[in-house]
């Protein structure tokens, strides 16, 4: 089986900017959760998605969004970007009621 | 308010010992915890797990301890090789959000040294 794959890897953007950011699960996974990795927080949660609906959210500010599609493909949507949005953002997927969760090799975003 | 904690920024041992990290909580609501060990460039992988009805698991070289009532788990690694130098994440859960939600310690950076 092939792994979750976050896309892009690195990614430099503006302050201001918006970005979007890619999650592939792995095959017949269809719970997908993101995370956000700075220096010093370790992993922070920010939402989890299942079958389309967002179930679960972390305290993080309205410009972070996100979705998922029917196929279990997610998205990452960060707008009006802050310095302070540097970071590594982690995709992880696992089958319902399963406790593992696979991760990504994560989405390395630099906003300057 | 970081409700997984560990306080250890870093530990060094040498190749052959037992290398010990550590990890505590406050939530009484998780009854669920994970160790996550992480290379650079990589996402974190999944290395052992433990429920809060069990005190002890083991795992090969891996061998997770849970104390509930000092909130306290460690994850020893006995015999430490160079290959496990990396950082360790600890995770919490509470079963009863059916693990929809990990909350991690902000890690602890292991060097085995040869």
């Known amino acids: 089986k092939a792994g979750v794959t976050q896309t892009p890897r690195y990614l430099i953007k503006t302050r201001g900017q918006q970005v979007t950011l890619s999650c592939s699960p792995i095959s017949g996974h269809r719970s997908v959760s993101w995370y956000q990795q700075t220096p010093g927080q370790g992993l922070q949660f920010l939402f989890e998605y299942f079958s389309e609906t967002q179930r679960n959210k972390g305290n993080f500010p309205g410009r972070f969004s996100g979705r998922q599609f029917s196929n279990s493909r997610s998205e990452m949507n960060v707008s009006t970007l802050e310095l302070g949005d540097s970071a590594l953002y982690l995709c992880a997927s696992k089958e319902q009621g399963n406790t593992e969760a696979f991760f990504g090799q994560g989405t390395r975003l630099t906003v300057v | ?114």
């Not at chain 2, 550590?22 to 939530?27: E, G, I, L, R, V």
């Not at chain 2, 290395?47 to 698991?57: F, H, Y």
């Not at chain 2, 891996?62 to 909130?71: C, G, I």
């Open chain 2, 1 to 114: 308010d970081q409700q997984v904690k560990q306080n250890s920024p870093s530990l060094s041992v040498q190749e052959g010992r037992i290398s010990i990290l550590n990890c505590d909580y406050t939530n009484s609501m998780f009854d669920y915890f994970l160790w996550y060990k992480k290379y650079p460039a990589e996402g974190p992988t999944f290395l052992i797990s433990i429920s809060s009805i069990k005190d002890k698991n083991e795992d090969g070289r891996f061998t997770v301890f849970l104390n509930k009532s000092a909130k306290h788990l460690s994850l020893h690694i006995v015999p430490s090789q160079p290959g496990d130098s990396a950082v360790y994440f600890c995770a919490a859960v509470e079963q009863n959000t059916g693990f929809q939600k990990l909350v991690f310690g902000t890690g602890t950076r292991l060097l085995v040294s040869p």
